[in-house]
């Protein structure tokens, strides 16, 4: 192991525990604790704790109960919170799907999840009867029981249980069912408790969707520190600083470009008028540290993680532009370098692999997918798919994905290394680059960008810009402007479902 791993301040007795009994721990300690608001509705652990109950009682009279999968397709909102803790309660494996996923992805969805019910708002109802589902399934708005206090239906359940079957965001290829066992969303929240230096007198803007765990783990995380979760519907550039001052929110979570989305809004006095002091999440470019710091007073703290390794598993806590940490203590991490060698400590570039004490902190692996999991956990390590690079120190550094590596001639392109000369230029709000099938030899670099509001983008102007940052083949021949992209469930872009067709593209060589 490399230098001293990051210890959590306050571990969670090895994470020894269910969502259900963090919940009634908390009911218990502090019942009228207000813990959420949405729409300047504040809802304490009580209000929760009836409609959980009132859930609980409408779930076993559809015939739920422990063990058993249900599908949820449901809008961020307080009774969603209740409805996963409700399904906690039951000992019942809850199985989210996104609500911006299209028609032709819930069927191979809920085919391998194999529910006996789903729960959904009433505009969602036809898509999941569309997507499969045989069994009943629950409309939010009109469960009304009577259920008055917390339900008395708790299932006797294990750590290592299943708690919820979380979809891979999808970003290079087909999502896969990961299990999320109890333990592991416990773990989820109190490591994301650390991060964001949650306590009593703190406040989450919680713009994340539920079905993802970046947004599912401010649960327990809220539970578990005292601190209070601000629901915003989704998230909304424009608005964002308007829905922070609302809600009296000090601390924020980021994913995918977020922050590039944010950095982009026009310059106003929105910028300082909040009171988020702190950001903490994946993929901040390092230009972003000193802009968030400067223009909006907030510190980021950059984590690394996946699913599959109970939220994240590294952390910037030295605060570092453009790394992405050490290992939290419960984590071991190697480098595979491309020629198989195993890199446990030193200097060096590889696939991230982990390790984890305890060992319930990793996976078990993906539902009904033997291959999938097989070929993510060898040698006793999970492999991650991604690179990174590992300094003298023991700092290490994202490379990117191992799957959009681009081969260009001879040369492995990283399309981390692209996208962030790319996003340098003033003109884009957004990018993706992806390899495309070249006409000799590999691949070809293809640049996909959204621009800044009002702005113009002169393709051989971004080529000449582009020369100046980066490696000759690292510059990409093709550029195609789009006014949106595809996203994943964590606002990722889902660059698997860019066209590779560059034939109405922008070619440098055909200039």
């Not at 525990?17 to 502090?30: D, P």
């Not at 944010?262 to 006095?269: E, F, R």
């Not at 453009?322 to 200097?347: M, Q, W």
Request: with cysteine.
């Amino acid at each position: 192991m490399v230098s001293p791993n990051i210890p959590l301040s306050q571990p969670l007795q090895k994470y020894e525990t269910t969502l259900a009994e963090l919940f009634e721990t908390a009911v218990n300690q502090a019942l009228d604790r207000v813990w959420l608001s949405y729409e300047g509705v504040e809802i304490t652990l009580r209000d929760t704790a009836k409609r959980v109950a009132q859930f609980t009682e409408a779930a076993m009279d559809a015939g739920i109960g422990p063990g058993d999968r249900v599908v949820t397709r449901v809008d961020n909102h307080p009774d969603y919170i209740a409805v996963i803790l409700a399904l906690a309660e039951l000992g019942a494996v809850w199985v989210p799907i996104d609500i911006q996923a299209p028609a032709r992805a819930l069927e191979p969805r809920v085919a391998l999840a194999r529910p006996v019910a789903g729960i959904a708002n009433p505009h969602h109802v036809n898509a999941l009867r569309d997507g499969g589902i045989d069994g009943p399934i629950l409309q939010l708005s009109e469960i009304r029981t009577t259920g008055a206090v917390p339900s008395q239906h708790r299932s006797k359940r294990t750590p290592d249980d299943h708690r919820a079957i979380l979809f891979t965001s999808g970003t290079t290829g087909a999502p896969k069912g990961v299990i999320v066992t109890e333990r592991m969303f416990c773990a989820a929240g109190c490591f994301a408790a650390f991060a964001g230096r949650a306590g009593g007198g703190q406040t989450f803007l919680h713009w994340e969707p539920l079905n993802h765990i970046g947004g599912a783990q401010m649960i327990p995380a809220a539970l578990l520190s005292g601190a209070r979760l601000a629901l915003v519907e989704r998230f909304s550039a424009s608005r964002f600083w308007q829905h922070a001052k609302a809600a009296r929110a000090t601390r924020m979570h980021y994913l995918g470009g977020v922050l590039d989305l944010l950095a982009k809004q026009p310059p106003g006095p929105q910028d300082r008028d909040h009171g988020v002091t702190l950001a903490f999440g994946a993929a901040a470019r390092p230009e972003m540290w000193s802009l968030f710091r400067d223009r909006f007073g907030i510190s980021l703290t950059e984590v690394y993680g996946q699913t599959e390794a109970a939220s994240f598993c590294i952390m910037n806590v030295d605060r570092i532009p453009g790394a992405i940490g050490r290992p939290l203590d419960e984590f071991e991490v190697a480098l595979k370098s491309p020629d198989g060698t195993l890199l446990t400590d030193g200097a060096g570039d590889g696939e991230i692999l982990l390790n984890a004490s305890p060992p319930g902190l990793l996976s078990p692996g993906y539902l009904y997918a033997d291959g999938n999991t097989k070929a993510a956990i060898r040698d006793g390590w999970f492999h991650t798919g991604d690179l990174a690079r590992r300094e003298a120190d023991g700092m290490l550094r994202f490379l990117g994905r191992a799957k959009e590596a681009i081969r260009y001639r001879g040369e492995n392109v990283t399309a981390l290394e692209v996208e962030t000369a790319v996003m340098a230029h003033p003109a884009v709000s957004e990018c993706a680059a992806i390899g495309v099938p070249a006409e000799i030899g590999e691949e070809e670099i293809l640049v996909v960008v959204t621009l800044t509001e009002q702005a113009t983008l002169d393709p051989t102007e971004l080529l000449s810009f582009l020369s100046q940052q980066l490696a000759r083949f690292q510059v990409p021949r093709y550029l195609r402007i789009t006014d949106e992209f595809p996203r994943t469930p964590s606002h990722r872009i889902a660059k698997s479902l860019l066209s590779r067709d560059v034939s109405e593209d922008w070619d440098a060589e055909a200039q």
